[in-house]
């Protein structure tokens, strides 16, 4: 059975960091991009980081919005991607959730079907 189980997320002040793991079985992780995504109450799904399959030596992907303050990176002996986020905003805060497909191109809120339960990311002023 496929699954992506999100974890690490909490209540933070702005200005504070977090680490997410997203952690992978019953496929073979190093074969997929890895793409993160938030959802903020009322607003849509955006994605916000994506990490190519190391084969494919395409470097990371990074929505405007945490560029510079987020980075993603994958253990795939360890069947986990991470998220980690620098200087927290309120604005940060939403579900956090990942999900997989063969390269980061195509990898949005549309394509993916199937959704993880995710975690939730606090920031508070």
């Known amino acids: 059975q496929v699954q992506l189980v999100e974890s690490g997320g909490g209540l933070v002040q702005s200005g504070g960091s977090l680490r997410l793991s997203c952690a992978a079985s019953g496929f073979t992780l190093s074969y997929y991009a890895i793409g993160w995504f938030r959802q903020a109450p009322g607003k849509e799904r955006e994605r916000i980081a994506c990490?190519?399959?190391?084969?494919?030596?395409?470097?990371?992907t990074y929505s405007d919005s945490v560029q510079g303050r987020f980075t993603i990176s994958r253990d795939d002996s360890l069947n986990t991607v991470y998220l980690q986020m620098n200087n927290l905003k309120p604005e940060d805060t939403a579900v956090y959730s990942c999900?997989?497909?063969?390269?980061?191109?195509?990898?949005?809120?549309?394509?993916?079907?199937?959704w993880g339960q995710g975690t939730q990311v606090t920031v508070s002023s």
């Open positions: 990490i190519t399959s190391i084969s494919r030596r395409a470097g990371p």
């Open positions: 999900a997989r497909r063969q390269a980061c191109m195509g990898l949005n809120a549309i394509s993916v079907t199937d």
